[in-house]
């Protein structure tokens, strides 16, 4: 079989690690991966079940109530004016729409961040796809790739792009005829600065042409499980997506687009999930402060950036044997060799746990 050429799974390279910080007394603090340990809010519950009766299949483009509640939810949370609902497509997740969407656009090559999600290098390859690491457009020189993509807050390192750089960004692939796609996943956990979405008025001028923005509901609303995410932007392109995943059976079923509905619908649970991230923030921070890391970036997002300039397996190596579990930067793009990411998800007693094990 000829299935792609794919780096190894980064989590399956980090077992021996977790082995080891499982083995510590009072059991494992696990801050690799980003995933949610908060129960989904009683109201999106109650609306995942008012659908499960349902038999039919549902519609890819999602029900009209869940497109009306993007649109909302981005204008009343982000400032995006403008956007159509029938502009707006639910995905099973976001991570399955960036592996997939240099495959759906037929693109070429892409233009990925230095220091990356790594299922951005993954889309490129499904795609066959030639792929450039920069976060600068004069390294690119005459080039005109077909994609762009952009992550602010960035996971891995918590960055934000000013709307000075978006707009740089989007005025030259304009000029080039490329997509920009903006992985705004962490967009509602700014910490000491606001990000701005790449469709914002002060960003795109009002004109969404060849600029997407990817969408989860994973961090603010606990819904990983749910698979909850959408993309939106340029009609045009969300249509083209619209029937490739007709054709495809990509369709988010019907009880999480209810689901979604709710959460998208309410901000009060977002508010209180980022309140409790902004706590276990300002508990492990200072804690690796003390015991001897630099916190890099960090402004925004679901993880804090730490090095104690070392390479990043022996830093990796030094917490798990305190029983603490972390990515090592490595994962992210060769310019994260002497970083770890560190997580904020895990519940109250796990990082008091861990702050105490640092200090």
């Known amino acids: 079989m000829n299935f792609p050429d794919l780096p190894d799974f980064p989590w399956d390279v980090l077992a021996d690690h977790a082995a080891r910080a499982r083995t510590h007394p009072d059991g494992v603090v696990d801050l ?29 483009h999602g029900i009209p109530e869940l497109r009306a ?12 004016v403008g956007l159509d609902q029938d502009a707006v497509l639910p995905t099973i997740g976001s991570k399955e729409l960036v592996a997939l969407l240099p495959t759906l656009l037929g693109v070429r090559s892409l233009v990925i961040p230095e220091l990356a999600y790594p299922t951005y290098e993954v889309g490129a390859r499904l795609a066959g796809a030639t792929y450039t690491r920069t976060d600068g457009l004069t390294a690119l020189g005459p080039a005109a790739p077909g994609l762009i993509w952009l992550n602010s807050p960035s996971n891995p390192t918590g960055r934000v ?56 509901l994973s961090k603010s609303s606990s819904l990983a499980g749910y698979r909850a995410g ?12 619209l029937e490739v995943r007709k054709h495809a059976g990509l369709i988010v079923p019907r009880p999480v687009q209810a689901a979604m509905t709710a959460a998208l619908s309410d901000d009060t649970h ?13 508990q492990l921070r200072p804690a690796l402060e003390a015991a001897g890391f630099r916190i890099d970036h960090s402004e925004a997002g679901l993880y804090l950036w730490a090095t104690r300039s070392e390479p990043a397996w022996t830093t990796t190596e030094w917490l798990a044997a305190r029983g603490i579990l972390v990515a090592p930067g490595t ?23 861990a702050t105490s094990r640092l200090t």
């Open 69 to 80: 509640a993007a649109v909302a939810a981005l204008e009343r949370r982000h400032g995006v």
């Open 230 to 241: 959408f993309i939106t932007g340029d009609p045009a392109l969300v249509r083209g997506l």
């Open 270 to 282: 977002v508010a209180a999930q980022k309140a409790l991230f902004a706590a276990r923030r300002a």
């Open 32 to 60: 690799s991966m980003g995933t949610p340990v908060d129960p989904v809010p009683p109201l999106i519950q109650a609306a995942l079940a008012t659908a499960a009766e349902l038999p039919g299949y549902p519609t890819t």
């Open 161 to 216: 792009l000013p709307v000075e750089h978006l707009r740089k960004v989007v005025a030259w692939a304009r000029e080039r005829g490329t997509i920009v796609v903006s992985d705004e996943c962490y967009l509602p956990l700014g910490w000491e600065t606001t990000p701005t979405s790449v469709l914002h008025p002060s960003v795109s001028d009002g004109d969404f042409t060849n600029i997407l923005a990817v969408h989860s």
């Open 331 to 353: 994962f992210y793009g060769p310019t994260g060799a002497e970083h770890v990411r560190i997580a904020l998800t895990a519940t109250d007693e796990r990082i008091a746990a």
